[in-house]
C-alpha cells in the first residue's frame, strides 16, 4: 500500500446532479487510504473532447462518445445518468408538429452528446449548429435558430424563456424500444492498476449512496451548480438523474447503451460498432 493515496483527476460537469452525485467525494465525506480526487469540471462535450486524448483519470463522457474512447477508457457501474421516460428537449420559440423539424436549423451543445445522437436516430435531416449547452435557448428565443436541443437544468426551464417543448427524446426513445435511455457515465482509465479500478468504484458507488442517505444536506451543496432552478426544480432535476440507475447500472442499462450504440453505428452516425464493458 502507497504511504500517500494516489492523487487522480476526477473530471466532470458543473450541474447539479453530477455535484449531487460527486458530493461524499468533493466534500471528504467519503474518502480512501488508496485514492484521493482532484474535482476538475467543465460541460461534458468538452469532456467528451479531452476524453479522447486520455487527459484525465477519470471522467464524465456521453455515451454517444464511448466508441471513440473505448480503447482508452471503461466505463463505471455506477455514476450514470439515465432518463427513464424522458430526456433531453427539442425546444421552439413556437408550437410545431414532430414531422416539422425536417431541414431546421437547431442549436445543439454538441456533436458526441448522447442528446445529438438521438436527435439524429429520430429525424437524420436537419442542420445542426454547435453553441454552448447553456446559450441554447438563447439561440432559440432570438430566432437565431428554428429549435434548439436543451440538456442539464434546461429540460425543467424551457417554458421560463418563452419556449414550448416540442419532442421529449427520452420519452420518444421509450416508446420505440421499451429502455430507458442511457445519456452519460464515469469512465475509468483502463491503464490504472485493477487495484486503484476497483477502489475509485468503490469510492463512487459510496459519494453516490452518501449523497442519497443525506439528502438535505447534498442537495444545498448541488443548489449552487442548479443555474437559477429554484430549489423545488433543483430538487427534481436531481431525482431524475440521480437514482437507482446511477448507483448501480444492473443489466438494464449496458442493454440500453448497447442498442443506442448499435443503431447509431447502423444508421451511419458512428464509424464503428463497439461493444460496452462495465466495471464494479
Known amino acids: 500500500m502507497p504511504s500517500s493515496p494516489l492523487r487522480l483527476v476526477c473530471a466532470h460537469s458543473p450541474?447539479?446532479?453530477?455535484?449531487?452525485?460527486?458530493?461524499?467525494?468533493?466534500?471528504?465525506?467519503?474518502?480512501?487510504?488508496?485514492?484521493?480526487?482532484?474535482?476538475?469540471?467543465?460541460?461534458?462535450?468538452?469532456?467528451?473532447?479531452?476524453?479522447?486524448?486520455?487527459?484525465?483519470?477519470?471522467?464524465?463522457v456521453s455515451y454517444h462518445a464511448y466508441p471513440y474512447v473505448a480503447s482508452r477508457y471503461v466505463l463505471m457501474a455506477s455514476g450514470s445518468s439515465v432518463g427513464d421516460g424522458y430526456g433531453p428537449?427539442?425546444?421552439?420559440?413556437?408550437?410545431?408538429?414532430?414531422?416539422?423539424?425536417?431541414?431546421?436549423?437547431?442549436?445543439?451543445?454538441?456533436?458526441?452528446?448522447?442528446?445529438?445522437?438521438?436527435?439524429?436516430?429520430?429525424?437524420?435531416?436537419?442542420?445542426?449548429?454547435?453553441?454552448?449547452?447553456?446559450?441554447?435557448?438563447?439561440?432559440?428565443?432570438?430566432?437565431?435558430?428554428?429549435?434548439?436541443?436543451?440538456?442539464?437544468?434546461?429540460?425543467?426551464?424551457?417554458?421560463?424563456?418563452?419556449?414550448?417543448?416540442?419532442?421529449?427524446?427520452g420519452a420518444w426513445w421509450k416508446s420505440q424500444h421499451g429502455l430507458p435511455l442511457p445519456l452519460g457515465a464515469n469512465a475509468l482509465d483502463r491503464t490504472l492498476p485493477a487495484e486503484i479500478q476497483a477502489e475509485c468504484c468503490r469510492l463512487m458507488r459510496a459519494?453516490?449512496?452518501?449523497?442519497?442517505?443525506?439528502?438535505?444536506?447534498?442537495?444545498?451543496?448541488?443548489?449552487?451548480?442548479?443555474?437559477?432552478?429554484?430549489?423545488r426544480l433543483a430538487e427534481k432535476f436531481v431525482g431524475m438523474y440521480v437514482n437507482h440507475y446511477t448507483l448501480d447500472c444492473g443489466e438494464l442499462v449496458p442493454q440500453a447503451a448497447q442498442k443506442l450504440l448499435d443503431?447509431?453505428?447502423?444508421?451511419?452516425?458512428i464509424p464503428h460498432r463497439v461493444t460496452v464493458e462495465f466495471i464494479r
Open 263 to 269: 443503431l447509431g453505428f447502423e444508421a451511419g452516425l
Open 15 to 60: 450541474d447539479s446532479d453530477d455535484a449531487y452525485m460527486f458530493y461524499g467525494l468533493a466534500t471528504r465525506k467519503v474518502r480512501s487510504r488508496l485514492v484521493s480526487f482532484s474535482h476538475l469540471l467543465a460541460d461534458i462535450e468538452s469532456l467528451n473532447a479531452q476524453a479522447r486524448q486520455g487527459a484525465y483519470e477519470l471522467t464524465a
Open 89 to 169: 428537449i427539442l425546444a421552439a420559440a413556437r408550437p410545431m408538429a414532430p414531422d416539422e423539424i425536417k431541414g431546421k436549423r437547431v442549436a445543439v451543445p454538441g456533436l458526441l452528446t448522447t442528446a445529438y445522437l438521438v436527435l439524429k436516430l429520430f429525424e437524420p435531416d436537419l442542420e445542426a449548429v454547435v453553441i454552448p449547452f447553456d446559450q441554447v435557448l438563447e439561440a432559440v428565443a432570438e430566432h437565431a435558430v428554428d429549435l434548439g436541443l436543451v440538456i442539464h437544468e434546461g429540460q425543467l426551464s424551457y417554458a421560463r424563456g418563452g419556449c414550448c417543448k416540442i419532442v421529449d427524446l
Open 207 to 231: 459519494s453516490i449512496k452518501y449523497a442519497l442517505e443525506h439528502h438535505e444536506e447534498a442537495l444545498h451543496y448541488a443548489m449552487q451548480f442548479a443555474r437559477d432552478l429554484e430549489p
